[in-house]
């Protein structure tokens, strides 16, 4: 009897094994906390947390209300002057205007650095843009294609009235300081949200192969700017600090530093104390940016290859003559921008234009900055 009970009662049943019950749950617990794992993840990739600054609206208006800015060809636009702050410290680290048209994006059209570090961007002067752009529509043809870097392409296609080949915003080339770089997703994700228009895949890829023409040298690179503009009548833009910019797009494979310099009594003295420290820190060649009454901007390239792109032989460095350049042709250039014609298009649609005049813009002088 005893042993008949002990039998039954150490026989093993379904209901009564612990590891029947165990493993389904331990197998439920694991697949649930990859789910929450992965909406973590997902969570995680779309809110990357706030940006270090902010954009806050200081004044908004017509172009009217802002008569400093030359903007009066444009009575349309809605303009708006932002100050960006970061937190607790109360002076703005930059100041900018900005336009849209109608219910359209808003597109940055210059740019103030407050500090001595370069946020986001370069600086740029809105009185030399609207110079560009009045060119612009006043001599390239109505059919004519636009090239220059995101975000003076995307200047251009407000205020020109031309289309060009890169509309949308590249928050991916930004050029985001040091002490910023844990937080580049989340300043990316503000410029998206903020300007709106992010650059689709397609996009992307001709702005990687815009940048492959500017390092390539110029035979080489002329022909990739043809290949990106097709049969049209075409140019392009492109500004003294766009060197920087490509810099940060592609570090380590184009060279390049910038320094700020005092206009402290005559110019001659600064070149000369320029020309100095470029001696002693073995760059090759520079050029300047002037910033204001007060202060320029140095570029400088360390290397050979550099200094033989299609880029640096376009903008007047000590050791460039652009003028002389025959992949492409200057035909223009205002502060801090020059513009050639791309070859191999069709030809501008006003009657008796020659390659040689094509849109008549008129005859660049070149500036005495780079001696």
Known sequence: MTASTSSRAAAPTP???????LLPSLGILLVAGGILLLLWFAWAWFNPGPAP??????????????PQLGLGKWPDLSIARYEVFAEDIPQPLAVLHAARQANG????????????????????????????????DKYAGKDALVLGWWDTSRQ???????????????????????????????IRKYEDDFWGGKAGREEEQKFERFADALMAEPQAGAAILRELAGDREAYL???VTDLYKLGVMRPGRFDVAYRNFPMEGNMHGMVDYLKRWVLDNNYKTYTLQSLSDRLVRGYFLKDD?????????????????????T?????????????????????????????EDAASFPAPVLPPAAE
């Open 15 to 21: 209901g009564a094994r612990p590891g029947s019950k």
């Open 156 to 186: 251009l296609k407000l205020l020109s009235k031309r289309d060009t080949l890169f509309s949308g915003q590249f928050s991916d080339y930004l050029v985001i300081p040091t002490p910023w770089q844990k937080q580049a997703d989340a």
């Open 327 to 355: 992949a492409v042709q200057l035909i223009y250039q205002t502060g801090g921008y020059w513009v050639y014609r791309i070859p191999g298009g069709k030809e501008p649609a006003s009657a008796g234009a020659t390659p």
């Open 237 to 239: 833009a492109i500004h």
């Open 305 to 325: 290859k550099s200094d033989q792109t299609l880029i640096a032989q376009m903008l007047p460095f000590t050791q460039s003559m652009p003028l002389d350049l």
């Open 105 to 136: 994006p808003q597109v940055r059209l210059d740019w103030e650095n407050r500090t001595s570090e370069l946020l986001l961007t370069t600086d740029l002067k809105l009185n030399e843009l609207a110079t560009l752009a009045a060119a612009i």
């Open 53 to 66: 600054y902010r954009y806050q609206l200081a004044e908004e208006g017509s172009a009217d209300k802002f």
